[in-house]
């Protein structure tokens, strides 16, 4: 299964997944033509259809432009398909936000999430591996571990530094919004989600980092600390992200030093 972080943050999100033949885009919130370019540039092909997590327009803003444009379907959530956003479009296709369900050869299983729009974590199978996106949520629900088993490839929001928001320009309701249990999660509680992660994850992308809130060297130091001693490669994807992964890489990664010690297997891209 590959995967491809195309961009990730408030200004517009998108990630690719495709295994066995069967190619989806989960969030549509940059523009057809950059999308695509950035698709050819990975070597990737246009997506079978989309996935919206929920209707924010960082995630479901260019949805239906691209949907349009390449003649493919937009799954949402029955919550997300009722919103204006998506309301009676012909190319909605709705799913149940705790219902597996099949796109071509991939399965995609929701989770719903806390966050101030209906949201659901995806995790995506193929091809005998499985991917996740967990991003936009206030806190991290009961359960999120266990939903996440088996996942080989993880790609989970790590939106802001609690200390950097509080002390930051954003004005106060923005600061409630942001740290409430319908907000965003912060590097601690990525941190506290990072230590259950399933044995067999060997891939984590840290998402929907705030360019005001957070900076990439706190969120991963953070998550090293929380992976210390994993044989996990450990990845923050910026706002025009390119990242291309692979559930399935040729090579093990070495064991993570604790968050203390030498930086050097940390890599960073954007
Ligand atoms: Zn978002
Ligand atoms: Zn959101």
Redesign the pocket.
Known sequence: MRVIVLASGSAGNASWFEAAGTSVLVDAGIAPRALEAKLATAGARLPDAIVVT?A?Q??VGQSLRLARRLKIPIYASEATARTEALHGRDEVKVFSAREPFAIGALTIAPMPLP???A?VALVVEGGGHRAAIVT?LGEVPPGLAAHLAGCELVLIESNHDAELLQNGHYPAFLKRRIASARGHLSNAQAHALLRALPVEAHTVVLMHLSKSNNRPELALESAQDALSGRRVRLLAATQDACLALDAAPAEAWPPLAGARGRAAQLSLFG
Request: hydrophobic share 10%; net charge negative.
């Open positions: 929920h924010h960082d995630h966050h101030d729009a949201q936009d």
